[in-house]
């Protein structure tokens, strides 16, 4: 038996890259985009790599990537492709699956349907808004009927932008602030029920900086009636982000902006019940959760990132091709799957959501993600203790490949599959756990140390 030890300070800003379910060398585009996540492979003869970035469900953006591509449809309606990127969205209210169909210059074809996931809303009351913007006059309601017609005109200019401008990924358009108001609320205003809620809200001080989420051009800015200050950007083939509420305008129709840039500043005008971004996004006319445009991860760079075989149990760190370290692991003695309650260990690809434990002694044990400030004593020969216990460090992982460990039944994140410590070190190399991938402790306290939340992680039988 050891006694606990101690975990390295620091971390460093891994990020990583996949290409059929193997590693790749970095892949440049003329527009120098970097390809990053594999979130689903395609079988068929030529092997060709189709990228798919995003979530399969409503208020979702989808962009599918892969060099070569000429044609891109959903269920019969073609796509704008652009560099070999296309893009498309899922509405609010979306369901049922989807058929995607992709042709290649030199003839190829290639099909897959995908089933939407469910998704709820929440419902949320607000209360204290002024009587006029709740129940408008005929002149404010003609006014509002005006801006509609405005913000349509400029939605369907966003369809008619073929380039991409969101080459280097989304960003959060505000630093800090508190979510006030998330996508996709049924909305009951002053006890009057209200249409949903498109966006998310973000309370900030007034004069906040508001920044691009993204490279584009301005479409539409103005002060409207519910809205009041708003700005609105395409972001190309009807991707667009919209900004409303804001006490300054620092951008003008028809400038291009890079991702990062100010464009306002955060106020309360319009309806508003204290100052706040409401940050909202669409995909022509198809209502999408902005927060969905920072969960494809498009357009970062890779570098860093992780393999865990099976058949070996073994983990590997990798940079680039370089293999920088490799560990011993355990994973589960059921086999491989990805069913909730088979205590099998997932495959496919996954990235670390969250690390918990760092500064726990070594030993230290974790019951539901929480230190239990005590440490037990770890096993080196083969036995096995009275309880599954997790130690040390907790490295969680989601599911990024719908249908395989991402969804209902599958997911990986909500079966609670984790890279974490063991007592049970002594059946480290063999199949032993009960569906996580098992580390000796003082191997996941350097691996802990050496990735960030995000990190992909590929399992591979």
Known sequence: MRPGGQPKAGAESLLKTFNKGYFI??????????????FSVWSCLHAEDIRLYGNLKPGSVLIIESEGMERV??????LGVYNGVSVTGFDRDESGSRLIKVEYKDGRRFEKKYALQDREYEVQSITGLPESHVLPSREDLERAAGEREKFSQSVKESGQIEKIFFEDGFMRPVEGGRITGVFGSKRVLNEVPGSPHNGVDIALPEGAPVYASAGGRGLLTGDFFYGGKNVML???QGLLTFYLHLSKIDVEEGQKVEKGDKIGEVGMTGRATGPHLHWGAQWKDRRIDPDTLLDTHFGEEPEYRIKVFVSRQKIELYRDEEKLKSYPVSTSRYGTGSEAGSYKTPLGLHRIASKIGEDAPEATVFRGRVNQNRQVPIYEDDRRS???????????????????????????????????????????GRPASRGCIRMKNRDVMELFDKVEEGTFVEIIE
């Open 25 to 38: 060398k970095k892949i440049y585009r003329a527009v120098a985009l970097t390809v990053t996540v594999l």
């Open 73 to 78: 449809s959903i269920d019969e309606k073609k």
């Open 234 to 236: 395409g972001h190309g």
């Open 386 to 428: 009275d309880e599954d216990l997790v130690l040390t460090r907790i490295l969680r992982l989601e599911g990024l490949e719908p249908g395989r460990n991402r969804g209902e039944g599958i997911d990986s994140y909500d079966r609670f599959i984790y890279i974490h410590g063991t007592q049970e070190e002594g059946l480290i």
